[in-house]
C-alpha cells in the first residue's frame, strides 16, 4: 500500500460516497480522477478531502504509507469526462441513486471505455440487471457496494450482472484487497444484497419490539452497541455460534428448537409510518431545537469510533 500503482481510477460523483473513494484509493497509491458535472461541486469536494486528511493527519489515522500531501496530489478533479477516462483502469460511479440516471451514465461511459476498464457502481439498492443490461461492456460492469463511510468501514459487497466476467470480479476483489478494503463476493444478485438484508431483519425486529411495548427505542439501541454489535465488530453471527457451543452444528443441536420458537413469534413486515415511527423518531432527539448540529456531532462522534474500531481491528488481525 506504499507505492504508487499502475493506471488511473475514475470516480464518478463527487458527493459523500464519491470523496471518500477517492481517499480509499489514492491511500493505496492510485491517482484518481474526480469527475462531476458540477464544477463548484467538484472544487467543494477537493476542499472537502483536503480538511478531512487534515484532520486524519493530525489524529494519526491516515490510511496508507504516503504522507498526505502524496496522497493529496494523487487526486485531481475534473468536469470533462472523456478527459476523464483517459488511461482509466477502474471506473467507480457515485451518482444519485436513481436508475435512469445511472443507466445514462453507463451509456455514456460504455462508449469511451475499452475492453480492459472495470465499470463499477456504489448503488445501495439497484441490481446490476437493471443497470448494466444491454451495454456493450457489460463482462466488465459489476457493483462494489461501499458501507458509509468506506473510509472507516472496510467492508464492499461486489454483485455480478449474469453476464459479468469472473475475470472483473477477480480484478475488483484484488484491487479491493490493495487498497485495504474488505470485499465480499456475492455469487447471483440478490435484491438488498446481504448488508442491507441483515440489517433490515435487524430494524424490523427493533420495530416490532419497541411498538409490542417490550423495549424503549434507546435501550433497543444499547443492546446492539452495548450487547451484539460488541462481537459483531469482530465474529459474525456465524462463527458467533459456532464458539457458544462445540462448533456450529453443535450449536444447532442445542439451540436450534429455541431459536425456531423465537422465530415464529416474529410479526408480519413493519409498514415504517405513523405512530411507533413518530416514538422513534421522538426518542432519538435529544433536543429538538438543535437537529442539525445533533445530527453533526452524532455523525463526527460516529466516524472518531469507527476510526478507532478500525486501527484496533487492524492491531487485533488473526495471523
Ligand atoms: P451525493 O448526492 O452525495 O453525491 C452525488 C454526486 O453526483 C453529486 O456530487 C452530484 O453533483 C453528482 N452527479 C449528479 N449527476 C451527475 C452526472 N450526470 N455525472 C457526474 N456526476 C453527477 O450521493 P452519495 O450519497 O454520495 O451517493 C452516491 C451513490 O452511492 C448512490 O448510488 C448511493 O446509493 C450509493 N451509496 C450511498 C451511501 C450513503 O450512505 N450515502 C452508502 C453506500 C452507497
Not at 469536494?45 to 494523487?74: F, N, P, T, V
Not at 472507516?152 to 477477480?170: D, F, I, R
Not at 410479526?267 to 431545537?289: C, S, T, Y
Request: glycine fraction near 6%; aromatic fraction near 8%.
Amino acid at each position: 500500500m506504499n507505492e504508487l500503482q499502475e493506471g488511473n481510477i475514475v470516480i464518478v460523483g463527487s458527493g459523500l460516497i464519491g470523496r471518500s473513494w477517492a481517499m480509499v484509493f489514492a491511500s493505496g497509491g492510485f491517482r484518481v480522477k474526480l469527475y462531476d458535472i458540477v464544477q463548484e461541486q467538484v472544487s467543494t469536494a477537493l476542499e472537502d478531502i483536503r480538511k478531512q486528511m487534515e484532520e486524519l493527519k493530525k489524529s494519526e489515522m491516515l490510511r496508507g504509507a504516503l504522507s498526505m500531501e502524496d496522497q493529496m496530489a494523487l487526486i485531481s478533479g475534473c468536469t470533462d469526462l472523456k478527459y476523464a477516462l483517459h488511461g482509466a483502469q477502474y471506473i467507480q460511479e457515485c451518482v444519485p441513486e436513481n436508475l435512469d440516471l445511472k443507466r445514462k451514465i453507463f451509456s455514456e461511459l460504455d462508449l469511451y471505455v475499452d475492453d480492459s476498464t472495470i465499470i463499477s457502481s456504489s448503488t445501495s439498492c439497484l441490481s446490476p440487471t437493471s443497470m448494466f443490461t444491454g451495454l456493450q461492456h457489460v463482462k466488465n460492469c459489476i457493483v462494489a457496494h461501499p458501507v458509509n463511510p468506506p473510509y472507516y468501514v472496510p467492508l464492499v459487497e461486489l454483485v455480478p450482472h449474469p453476464q459479468t466476467e469472473m475475470a472483473t470480479v477477480e480484478r475488483t476483489y484484488n484491487l479491493m484487497k490493495k487498497v485495504g478494503q474488505s470485499p465480499v463476493k456475492l455469487m447471483k444478485e440478490m435484491d438488498g444484497f446481504v448488508l442491507n438484508r441483515l440489517q433490515y431483519a435487524v430494524i424490523s425486529e427493533a420495530w416490532r419490539l419497541v411498538q409490542d411495548g417490550v423495549i424503549s427505542p434507546r435501550d433497543v439501541d444499547l443492546v446492539m452497541s452495548e450487547g451484539l454489535g460488541m462481537r459483531y465488530a469482530f465474529l459474525g453471527p456465524l462463527e458467533t455460534a459456532h464458539l457458544n457451543a462445540e462448533g456450529f452444528k453443535s450449536y444447532c443441536e442445542r439451540y436450534g428448537e429455541g431459536i425456531k420458537r423465537v422465530l415464529a413469534t416474529f410479526g408480519p413486515v413493519p409498514d415504517f409510518e405513523g405512530e411507533v415511527a413518530e416514538k422513534i423518531d421522538q426518542a432519538l432527539w435529544e433536543d429538538v431545537r438543535d437537529k442539525a448540529d445533533q445530527l453533526k456531532a452524532g455523525r463526527e462522534y460516529r466516524n472518531t469510533c469507527l476510526s478507532h474500531l478500525a486501527k484496533l481491528k487492524k492491531e487485533m488481525k488473526k495471523n
